[in-house]
Nanobody, 125 residues
């Protein structure tokens, strides 16, 4: 049974930082690209960042470039999202997802095979 479990969300003041973690089990983690997405109330789920299976390639949304960093530890089956200089518009539920495709990192939610339950991030102004 595949499980992706996010943690690390919470309430933070604007300009602050949070580090999200996503622990994976039930799949061959090192074969998967891993992505972070977010969804704010009333909005579509949107791409945040993705990292290739090896960690050698990453992509980030323009809205988070220079502020958010995605990384992974294949020995721990865990992917991280370090979020700095947080803004109120970053408020959303953040989801991690696994892409079993094995190709180049992808940004469409439809390409992802497994999803976590999400963790709430709230940034106050």
């Amino acid at each position: 049974q595949v499980r992706l479990v996010e943690s690390g969300g919470g309430l933070v003041q604007g300009g602050g930082s949070l580090r999200l973690s996503c622990a994976a089990s039930g799949l061959t983690f090192r074969n998967c690209a891993m992505g972070w997405f977010r969804q704010a109330p009333g909005k579509e789920r949107e791409f945040v960042a993705v990292i290739s299976w090896s960690g050698g390639s990453t992509l980030s949304a323009d809205s988070v470039k220079g502020r958010f960093t995605i990384s992974r530890d294949n020995a721990k089956n865990t992917v991280y999202l370090q979020m700095n200089s947080l803004k109120p518009e970053d408020t959303a539920v953040y989801y991690c997802a696994a892409d079993l495709g094995g190709g180049a990192p992808r940004t469409s939610p439809r390409e992802y095979d497994w999803w976590g339950q999400g963790t709430q991030v709230t940034v106050s102004s």
